[in-house]
């Protein structure tokens, strides 16, 4: 077995295992492979192990990968936070966007989202830990935006997206994840179609999972240390 393959199936292992711990079903959370720096031959060998669900976090380098990887029938996630000019390229090229932070970004996604593929998966992402440095809507304007969102012809609104506060205080990132199943509860309470909680990382998916998270977004866990110079056929970060 492969690094790659032995990371990955250790990564569902843990998954199963936490979700066998909370009451759960394994199956009710996905895997989506966060694939930021890593090359097109770390993702084809992840795929041949079984992964087809990627995210990626730039869209120049994501971008170069959905190209290299055209033969494969991936689904591909933009999980980085979302410039206005950057919009309709990601609307085209990919299946899903967990960033939507604003109504301008919400817009310009649904008018760019060519007729001829499905409306674009979505989620609203949520600052959940207060950080100014992250992307997110206070967790008491989430529901705002939503509303929003679920407006937008092109856009099919699928649940919150958020990236705490990386710590090592379990208690911390038990509060913070938390307030996202309640802001999630709270969304579906209030009439909002929702399937999809999108949080944990590698370091701390076993509480998010505990918490609720149907969606856990895992890249070093599989690929290893990141190379944050990314290789120059990756282009940039953009």
């Not at 933009?78 to 990919?94: D, M, V």
Request: some cysteine; hydrophobic content about 40%; proline content about 5%.
């Amino acid at each position: 077995m492969t690094t790659i393959a032995s990371r990955l199936q250790n990564v569902k292992n843990r998954i199963i295992e936490a979700a066998k711990k909370a009451g759960r079903d394994p199956e009710s959370v996905q895997l989506l492979a966060a694939s930021k720096t890593n090359t097109p031959d770390k993702l084809r060998e992840a795929w041949e192990a079984g992964q087809t669900v990627f995210g990626e976090n730039y869209l120049q380098e994501g971008l170069v990968k959905i190209r290299a990887l055209s033969d494969l029938p991936i689904e591909w996630h933009f999980i980085g936070p979302i410039q206005s000019n950057k919009t309709k390229l990601i609307a085209e090229n990919f299946s899903w966007v967990h960033g939507i932070d604003r109504e301008k970004i919400a817009t310009r996604l649904s008018a760019a989202r060519p007729e001829s593929l499905p409306p674009l998966q979505v989620c609203v992402q949520v600052n959940v830990s207060g950080e100014i440095t992250k992307s997110g809507v206070d967790p008491e304007k989430a529901a705002e935006l939503a509303a929003f969102v679920s407006e937008q012809p092109r856009l099919q609104l699928r649940g919150i997206m958020a990236v705490p506060e990386l710590t090592a205080v379990t208690a911390l990132q038990r509060e913070q994840f938390q307030m996202m199943r309640e802001v999630y509860e709270q969304l579906q309470q209030q009439g909002f179609n929702l399937d999809t909680l999108s949080m944990g990382m590698s370091e701390d998916l076993e509480n998010a999972i505990a918490e609720g998270a149907t969606m856990v977004r895992i890249g070093t866990a599989i690929f290893g240390p990141r190379r944050y110079a990314i290789p120059e056929e990756l282009g940039s970060r953009q």
